[in-house]
Every structure is written in structure tokens, then in C-alpha cells.
T-cell receptor
Framework: GQNIDQPTEMTATEGAIVQINCTYQ??????LFWYQQHAGEAPTFLSY????GLEEKGRFSSFLSRSKGYSYLLLKELQMKDSASYLC?????????????FGTGTQLKVEL | DTEVTQTPKHLVMGMTNKKSLKCEQH?????MYWYKQKAKKPPELMFV???????INESVPSRFSPECPNSSLLNLHLHALQPEDSALYLC??????????????FGDGTRLSIL
């Protein structure tokens, strides 16, 4: 089975940097995704890692260590609009195809 | 606005009603998905279709019946639902290939309430 853990809530200040961690235990690992979800809206894709290391996309970066089953999402120059839920999702390949299993989600609140 | 369109946005139904949720995408994706999301919880996978064939059913009760009539459309037929089935139902699509940076694209969901 899959087990994916994230902190439930985090609070940070506008303009600061925040790191959201994700740990996972999975079989058939085939990539890790980060999504952002505002309340009442669709999850939107932020970043993807399949190899170890850091991927940078503007204000967002994501890191993966496959040997440790660990990833983090780094958000820089925080803005109020970054207040949202951040979902870590592991893709695994099964006989039926690709499955995406989401972590518990981290609710980020950005304050002035 | 997302590239995956779901209708209706809201649905209220009784436990004896029959209704359908609809999902449409025109990105050429051949994999489509249904997820259920309860408040303050992550999406949970229900079904996966690959090339219009059901490839994964996550032990979903038979009162939920998926259908993929063509490569652009995905339906979820609902019958005799229970109050605990009230949730946000999300549709997603993606390329079928097993690897690579191919995220799933999500619709805005249908918020379903069972009376």
C-alpha cells in the first residue's frame, strides 16, 4: 500500500520562504507531484520529480530523495495568494496503469 | 478556468434518485480519472480509464457506475447513494504513458449533496 505524510497546517509571513515536507512509502514509485488547491477549486499542478535532486520553477522548487522517501516543496517570496492547500502525490505503476495517491495535504496560511 | 470541464457544478439529490456527473476534455488525453474528495481531505482515486477501457477500480461500491463513451468524455452514473457519499467529485485527465512529466489535469469538480 501507499503511505504519504505531510504536516497538516503551516503558517508563514508574506515575503518569507516556507518549506513543506512530504514523506512516503510506496511500491512501484514512478514520480512525485506537488499540487496546489484553493478552497472549492481544482488542484493545479506545481512541480514534478522522478530523479533525486532539486527542480526549480520560478518561486517554487521541489526536492526529491528516493532513497529516503522524502520530498519537499519550497515556496519563496510568499504572497497572500499562496494561502492554499499543498498536496504531495506519488505516482505508482500498477498492472492496471498509473495511479496517483495523494498525501494528507498541508494547509498553508500566509499572513502579513 | 480549467481545461477539464465538469457538469454540473453542484448537485443535490435524494437517496432514491438517479443522476449522472459529466466530464469533458479536449487535450487529446487517453487516460481519465474519477476522484472523491471530502472536506479538508485529499482526493481519493475511484476509477481510471485508459484508452476508453476501465483499468483501475479502487473497490468502489456499485452504486457508482463509470462510463467512458469516447476519448473526450467520462461519466459517473449515480444510483441509490448514501449521505456519506456527499463530497466533491473530481475528474482528471492525462497522457497514458507510464513515465515523464505528465501531470493529471483536474476539473473544478461537482459538489454533490445527498439528502
Amino acid at each position: 500500500g501507499q503511505n504519504i505524510d505531510q504536516p497538516t497546517e503551516m503558517t508563514a509571513t508574506e515575503g518569507a520562504i516556507v518549506q513543506i515536507n512530504c514523506t512516503y512509502q510506496t511500491s512501484g514509485f514512478n514520480g512525485l507531484f506537488w499540487y496546489q488547491q484553493h478552497a472549492g477549486e481544482a488542484p493545479t499542478f506545481l512541480s514534478y520529480n522522478v530523479l533525486d535532486g532539486l527542480e526549480e520553477k520560478g518561486r517554487f522548487s521541489s526536492f526529491l530523495s528516493r532513497s529516503k522517501g522524502y520530498s519537499y516543496l519550497l515556496l519563496k517570496e510568499l504572497q497572500m495568494k499562496d494561502s492554499a492547500s499543498y498536496l504531495c502525490a506519488v505516482r505508482s505503476f500498477t498492472g492496471g496503469g498509473n495511479k496517483l495517491t495523494f498525501g494528507t495535504g498541508t494547509q498553508l496560511k500566509v499572513e502579513l | 478556468d480549467t481545461e477539464v470541464t465538469q457538469t454540473p457544478k453542484h448537485l443535490v439529490m435524494g437517496m432514491t434518485n438517479k443522476k449522472s456527473l459529466k466530464c469533458e476534455q479536449h487535450m487529446g488525453h487517453r487516460a481519465m480519472y474519477w476522484y472523491k474528495q471530502k472536506a479538508k481531505k485529499p482526493p481519493e482515486l475511484m476509477f481510471v480509464y485508459s484508452y476508453e477501457k476501465l483499468s483501475i477500480n479502487e473497490s468502489v461500491p456499485s452504486r457508482f457506475s463509470p462510463e467512458c463513451p469516447n476519448s473526450s468524455l467520462l461519466n459517473l452514473h449515480l444510483h441509490a447513494l448514501q449521505p456519506e457519499d456527499s463530497a466533491l467529485y473530481l475528474c482528471a485527465s492525462s497522457q497514458v504513458r507510464a513515465a515523464g512529466n505528465q501531470p493529471q489535469h483536474f476539473g473544478d469538480g461537482t459538489r454533490l449533496s445527498i439528502l
